[in-house]
């Protein structure tokens, strides 16, 4: 070992965390998990990560099924014109046609 | 039968292993870190987590490979949370005083900084070897590495090191 390494030996030598550290690190134990910070508690690894895909996914749907909802809406109101525009049209028909007859008479 | 009754059974003592290994892993993480308070908070993590998998902990000399495995896994993923590698710049590091005496204070200093200024994986290497006298194979059974690897990065910065001190006027006596 050169001196180099003696060196880096003499440098690297352990050291004592705080005096009360394994008093600290015991009471920790002691609480419920719920009361604990939770820093570094866990690995991080997220339960549930949702693909940035699937959420584009999601909302492309969510867009076009709106857009054909709205379609839809937009011909039911169209087919109700119409329906409305002949209802009338047949009244005035009829309005006419008794009209007709009246001056036949 | 909990975990810790069954550690308890085999003789493993939480308390104790607290005791027994409190500074091997305070050190390991403030030697990563090279910030006190953040060394703390990793070690008692550190500690909660042995708490927990005390089921897995066959004797207590497998609680020592352990906690130096979790620890090191634990430092690195602090110093990447953090995106502070290193927090001293190599370039920053003060040029050490020519050695006049073995065992300077400056100098270990100045090591221990060098040190922080690697990257994970020969970080991580160089605090094993120095800090826990730890061989290469051991090194590559706790890192999970392969031996050579490890040995590589032993030398490459052992190599470092030298040139950076040497190019300051430090060299041997």
Excluded: C
């Excluded at chain 1, 996914?57 to 409305?84: C, D, F, N, P, T």
């Excluded at chain 2, 110093?79 to 020519?98: F, T």
């Amino acid at each position: 070992m050169d001196w180099l390494e003696q060196e880096l030996k003499q440098a690297m030598a352990r050291k004592d965390p705080s005096p009360d550290f394994a008093v600290r690190v015991e009471a920790r134990v002691r609480q419920k998990p719920s009361e604990r910070p939770t820093v570094l508690e866990m690995p991080r690894r997220r339960v549930f990560v949702m693909p940035r895909w699937v959420a584009a996914a999601a909302a492309v749907v969510v867009i076009a099924g709106s857009a054909e909802g709205y379609r839809w809406h937009r011909g039911l109101e169209a087919k109700r014109q119409v329906m409305e525009a002949m209802r009338l049209t047949s009244e005035k028909l009829n309005h006419i046609q008794a009209r007709v007859n009246e001056a036949r008479k | 039968m909990t975990g810790i009754a069954i550690a308890e059974t085999a003789g493993i003592e939480f308390g104790q292993l607290v005791r027994e290994h409190q500074s091997m892993v305070f050190s390991l993480a403030w030697h990563f870190l090279h910030d006190r308070e953040s060394a703390e908070e990793v070690a008692q993590e550190v500690f909660l987590s042995l708490h927990k998998h005390l089921g897995e902990i066959q004797t207590p000399s497998h609680a020592g490979f352990w906690l130096k495995r979790v620890t090191v896994q634990r430092s690195i993923d602090e110093a990447r949370k953090r995106q502070r590698r290193p927090k001293i710049a190599l370039e920053s590091v003060p040029e050490p005083a020519a050695r006049s005496a073995p065992r300077d204070p400056l100098l270990s200093e100045v090591l221990r900084r060098l040190i922080a200024t690697l990257a994970e994986a020969p970080r991580s290497v160089m605090i094993l070897r120095y800090q826990e006298d730890l061989d290469p194979s051991e090194i590559a059974e706790v890192l999970d590495m392969p031996v050579g690897t490890v040995k590589s990065h032993l030398q490459r910065s052992l190599a470092l090191l030298r040139e950076k001190l040497e190019r300051r006027g430090v060299g041997e006596y």
